[in-house]
Nanobody, 119 residues
Framework: QVHPVESGGGSVQVGGSLRLSCVAS????????MGWIRQAPGKEREGIAA????????FYIDSVKGRFTISKDNAKNTLHLQMNSLKPEDTAMYYC????????????WGQGTQVTVSS
């Protein structure tokens, strides 16, 4: 069983930066897709970034393009999300997820890490 574990959340002011990390508990598991999904209070979950095996192909939603960067260290089975120029609307619980499918139908989810951006 794979249990992703997120870290790196916290509270920052507008314009600040945070770097989220996610470690998959099973070193033998090689997902085809990993991503970050966030959920703000009263809103639906939204997938904000994804990266495919090999790390060359990435996906971002428009609201984070140019500010967030997803990356993966395959040797350490670790996923990162560098978040710059943070805005209050980025405040949410951020989840790491992994999928064996190339369509990023996530099977394994972390517990989440809270990101709060204050003005």
């Amino acid at each position: 069983q794979v249990h992703p574990v997120e870290s790196g959340g916290g509270s920052v002011q507008v314009g600040g930066s945070l770097r989220l990390s996610c470690v998959a508990s099973d070193d033998t598991y090689s997902p085809n897709c990993m991503g970050w999904i966030r959920q703000a209070p009263g809103k639906e979950r939204e997938g904000i970034a994804a990266i495919y095996s090999g790390g060359m192909n990435t996906f971002y939603i428009d609201s984070v393009k140019g500010r967030f960067t997803i990356s993966k260290d395959n040797a350490k089975n670790t996923l990162h999300l560098q978040m710059n120029s943070l805005k209050p609307e980025d405040t949410a619980m951020y989840y790491c997820a992994a999928s064996s499918s190339m369509f990023c139908t996530y099977t394994y989810w972390g517990q989440g890490t809270q990101v709060t951006v204050s003005s």
